[in-house]
């Protein structure tokens, strides 16, 4: 028990201090509504809030609450999630990288030129279907019309046009179809992918540049925390005594 010489209140002997008030207005300036309370009203509300949880927690604990099994769980799984919580966080700040970790995860992630592509596609459901579509097109037909006509996927409304996209950004063999195409051709046989069979045509392609180290440092250097902490639970895991039943 706090020494009640220290509280601002007391509840049949328990202390409410001035660092729990300030906590409590704390949270509840967050809500709300709430922010707006000027400093005053907002600690006369928080220290109301206080008496009337302790009041609370005080009728629970004597009418034997906490030995009732649904309530013991949930105060153990609380207890556990708090603890883990504590130790990531305490573990998170002992994390620190030097400026040449920072550089090497950037060459990991930015180390090759990527490419464009400005696509269409036409989409259908059976093969024969798009070995068709191929033969209008070596007949000299208009890949867009086409596409307005043919396609069943949703930029079918749009001659095809998938504007400038990534390979890694479509579902595969799609995305390896685009690196393989000359610029100004389309697909002389039909790509399959979960989607259907498409026709594709690739009419301009470019070099993307990667962002600077700057631009996505807080980034980078948050998936280096995320995997260090990663690490140190397999760690965890590695010297604990886990068995499967």
């Known amino acids: 028990m706090v020494e009640t010489a220290a509280a601002v209140a007391t509840v049949n002997g328990m202390a409410i201090t001035d660092a729990m008030i300030d906590a409590q207005a704390k949270r509840m300036g967050s809500q709300p509504g709430m922010s707006e309370l000027d400093p005053a009203m907002l600690r006369e509300a928080a220290t109301d809030a206080l008496i009337n949880h302790t009041v609370l927690v005080q009728q629970a604990e004597k009418l034997g609450f906490e030995s009732r099994p649904e309530i013991k769980s949930q105060i153990q799984t609380r207890r556990d999630g708090i603890l883990a919580n504590a130790l990531l966080k305490e573990q998170l700040a002992t994390v620190s ?4 970790e920072v550089q090497a995860e950037y060459e990991k992630h930015f180390n090759t030129k990527e490419q464009e592509y400005k ?3 036409i989409l259908v459901e059976a093969e024969e279907s798009a070995k068709e579509l191929i ?8 890949f867009a ?5 043919k396609s069943t996927g949703p930029t079918g409304a749009n001659g095809g046009d998938l504007g400038w996209v990534s390979p890694s950004q479509m579902v595969e063999p799609f ?3 685009l690196k393989a195409m000359e610029t100004g051709k389309y697909s002389s046989t ?5 989607f259907g069979w498409h026709v594709i045509l690739l009419e301009e392609s470019r070099d993307v540049t990667p962002p600077s180290l700057e631009q996505v440092k807080p980034q980078l250097t948050e998936l280096m ?3 260090a902490l990663k690490a140190y639970l397999e760690d965890l895991r590695t010297k604990a005594d886990v068995k499967m039943n």
Do not use: C, I, M, W
């Open 190 to 194: 039909p790509v399959k992918t979960q």
């Open 97 to 100: 990288f030097s400026d040449a």
């Open 119 to 121: 696509a269409r596609h």
């Open 175 to 177: 995305g390896n179809a």
């Open 145 to 149: 019309a086409l596409a307005k006509e």
């Open 225 to 227: 925390k995320r995997n």
């Open 135 to 142: 033969t209008q097109l070596d007949a000299g037909g208009d």
